[in-house]
């Protein structure tokens, strides 16, 4: 396996690990590295990647400049490595909502974590990242993103998760792919909260979404969210009948 890296919004970088044997065609693991003042990380990957997303980390900035270590909800490849981090950048901190540090990241990291209100938003010098609360959106009582205000792009986690190796961004449908990726998996908690909590993060117009398995999107975020919302309350309707 090797990690690839490609800039996909203005020093914002994907850093993308595929792995063949999962799925039927295989399924990509990605993380985003901000390279800013304080330069911020969505995700950290399992433990088995710590090498690999850390040596492509250093190809764009010193590993101990990080200053923000950060994921969507508690799930190894959301946040396998994180204390790997920690020690590795002794002036990083773990950053989550309130309730994630409360249930969970408390006791799980080597450092207290920065707990973050919803809305809250963390400076990193020219970018400026906003907390979104999603309770179980798309899964996970402590589920978050956040959206990156100067390039518009939402770090939206497991939404729109697709199959395979595909590129590092596309412009073409990925809620097709995503719904592929549902049937398969089954990996969202649908509820009746699940159409209207996306249809809120539509309302945010971003033009880039940073996906955690698969292809980032470029065009028009705001309504890739709202064909995700109908499909997953089409979904919903479809188990109440």
């Known amino acids: 396996m090797d990690t690839r890296i490609d800039e996909v919004a203005d020093r914002i970088f994907r850093l993308s690990t595929f792995v063949p044997d999962i799925g039927p065609t295989g399924f990509t693991f990605n993380q985003y590295l901000i390279d800013d003042e304080e330069p911020l990380l969505f995700h950290t990957g399992p433990r088995a990647m710590f090498p690999l997303v850390s040596e492509a980390i250093a190809t764009v900035t010193s590993l101990d400049r990080l200053r923000w270590i950060t994921f969507g909800h508690v799930e190894a490849d959301e946040c396998g490595s994180m ?36 809305g809250e938003v963390i400076e990193l010098g ?86 955690m398995h698969g292809s980032c999107f470029a065009g028009d975020g705001a309504m890739a969210l709202l064909t995700l919302a109908d499909e997953y309350d089409a979904r919903i309707a479809a188990a109440r009948a």
Request: proline residues 9%; glycine residues 8%.
């Open 126 to 211: 020219d970018h400026r990242v906003r907390h979104i609360d999603t309770p179980h959106v798309p899964h996970g009582w402590e589920a978050r993103l956040l959206f990156e205000e100067t390039t518009n792009t939402l770090l939206c986690g497991d939404l729109f998760t697709q199959l395979g190796d595909p590129p590092a961004i596309s412009t073409e449908d990925i809620v097709g792919p995503a719904s592929q990726a549902e049937d398969i998996f089954g990996y969202s908690a649908l509820s009746p909260k699940t159409g209207p909590t996306i249809r809120s993060l539509a309302d945010l117009a971003p033009t880039t979404l940073a996906v």
């Open 83 to 118: 204390n790997e981090f920690l020690g590795a950048a002794p002036d990083a901190k773990v950053a989550h909502g309130t309730l994630g540090c409360m249930v969970s990241i408390n006791d799980l990291a080597d450092r207290l974590p920065v707990p973050l209100a919803d």
